[in-house]
């Protein structure tokens, strides 16, 4: 039955009583963290967790018992066994807890964060960090009032060979970079089509739409196809694109949402289930009406169709600056041209997760500063909303940058949010 925001006040009254004492963080103590939602990349994250020695995995929050199980076996591996729950308050309501990790499905990330953070935790929430613009503004704000770690889980902000890029970037390598492209081609699967159908039995799928409205269980939402179903997931501008968003943004250096956004795209080549563009070309201006110089864009490409990859990267950037140009792929490295396409430097190199959580723990012990806080994730994450949203109404949208609003479109301002299960525990407020 549906816990109400009643109950749960009463629950996270106490979590934020009890997260006065939260245990220590020092230089040389152990991290208690819970992992919430231990399924594809959760389980990537507690192989990892698991053979650290500053950390102690103490909860397991998982909604399929299955993968819960399979999981608390992993921590038991350690000699040290976690506590198991599938309701996360149980881990934000612990006071021994100083983190958590949330790598559950989109829908949940900032309602999750969000009472993680007021419950004392630091967080690392997986990308994209928010389902909607609405929710990234309430995270950000979120952080910043709980004065708690917030790492959004882009990794490749904690890769040394593209932070050596950006340096090179910002150094003026390029000239004025006027212009950056991110691109994400490669073949995915067709996830056909459903009706309705019984949950099964090890999945509390109630627990698992937490504050999304209430909707039918379908056999081609798990594992991991949820992120195709809008109530869900943000599609694949968000899933692997917003990877690519982030670094294009990094090397741009804009630091505020754009004005302009015109996506062009649908559904090319899947007929099936999928709710969202499998192609897209998107345009995003900053200062669209300014002057020579003082103009930036940022241009998106996906093909979810491509069995080859693009420009020799399956998922890749280039910048185009008014001196040379910088293409990178993730995977494997990137290559400085000069003037005449003359080859200035190149840096071969590989992502990884453990450079972005050694970077999470020195953050908490105060040693270091997030390479992802809230404000980074939440303007990655709003290029992707903003693409799926001038794809879907098929138009040119202006965005209030500041206010975080379509002032003059009220057809697109209604989408800055998204609805919620009414009187759920996990609705964001603000
Ligand atoms: N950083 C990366 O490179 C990277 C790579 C892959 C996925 N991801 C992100 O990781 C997240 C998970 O993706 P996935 O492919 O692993 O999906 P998944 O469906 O395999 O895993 C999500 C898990 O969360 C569990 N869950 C759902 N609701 C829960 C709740 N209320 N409490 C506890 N557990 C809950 C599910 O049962 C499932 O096991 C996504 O946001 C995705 O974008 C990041």
């Keep these: 039955m549906l816990t109400t925001r009643r109950k749960f006040v009463a629950v996270s009254a106490a979590a934020m009583t ?109 990308k994209p960090c928010s389902h909607n613009i609405r929710e990234g503004k309430l995270l950000v704000e979120a952080a910043k009032r709980s004065g708690r770690v917030l790492q959004v889980g882009t990794q490749s902000r904690s ?56 909707g039918p269980y379908r056999t081609n939402m798990l594992p991991s196809i949820w992120r195709w179903w809008k109530a869900y997931g943000c599609g694949d501008i968000g899933n692997d694109g917003v990877h690519e968003l982030d670094i294009a943004l990094w090397g741009l250096g804009v630091t505020t949402h754009p004005e302009r956004i015109q996506g062009a795209g649908g559904k090319y080549f899947f007929e099936d289930d999928q709710q969202f563009a499998d192609q897209m070309y998107c345009s995003f201006e900053w200062n669209p009406n300014g002057t020579p110089l003082k103009r930036k864009m940022l241009v998106y490409e996906q093909r979810d169709w491509s069995p080859y990859v693009q420009e020799g990267h399956e998922n890749g950037n280039a910048w185009y600056g008014t001196k040379g140009m910088l293409v990178l792929g993730k995977a494997s490295g990137w290559t400085l041209f000069g003037e005449r396409n003359k080859k200035l430097a190149e840096r071969s190199g590989k992502i990884d997760i453990k450079p972005h959580h050694d970077n999470f723990f020195e953050a908490i012990r105060g040693k270091a500063k997030a390479n992802a806080p809230a404000e980074v994730g939440h303007l990655a994450a709003t290029i992707a909303h903003l693409g799926n949203l001038s794809v879907a109404l098929g138009r040119t949208l202006e965005f209030d940058a500041k206010a975080e609003k379509f002032s003059r479109d009220r057809e697109a301002d209604a989408l800055v949010g998204r609805t919620y299960e009414p009187g759920h525990w996990a609705v964001p407020r603000g």
């Excluded at 308050?89 to 829908?107: C, M, S, Y």
Aim: hydrophobic content about 40%; glycine content about 10%.
């Design 159 to 214: 890769a040394p060979h593209l932070q050596e890029a950006m340096a090179k970037l910002k150094g003026g390598a390029i000239g004025e970079v006027l212009c950056a492209k991110a691109w994400n081609s490669q073949k995915r699967g067709n996830i056909g089509k459903t009706k309705p159908a019984k949950p099964p039995e090890n999945l509390d799928f109630e627990m698992w739409q937490g504050p999304a409205p209430r």
């Design 18 to 126: 009890s997260s006065q004492f939260n245990h220590a963080t020092g230089p040389g103590d152990t991290i208690r963290i819970g992992l919430i939602g231990p399924g594809g990349m959760g389980s990537n994250h507690l192989r990892a967790l698991v053979a650290r020695q500053d950390v102690q995995v103490s909860w397991i929050c998982e909604v399929d018992k299955a993968r819960l199980a399979q999981a608390a076996a992993e921590v038991g591996k350690t000699g040290r066994e976690p506590k198991t729950t599938k309701d996360m308050r149980h881990v934000f309501g612990d006071k021994e807890v100083d983190a958590v990790l949330i790598a559950t499905p989109d829908h949940w990330h900032t309602p999750a964060a969000i009472l993680a953070l007021d419950a004392g935790k630091h967080v690392y929430v997986e």
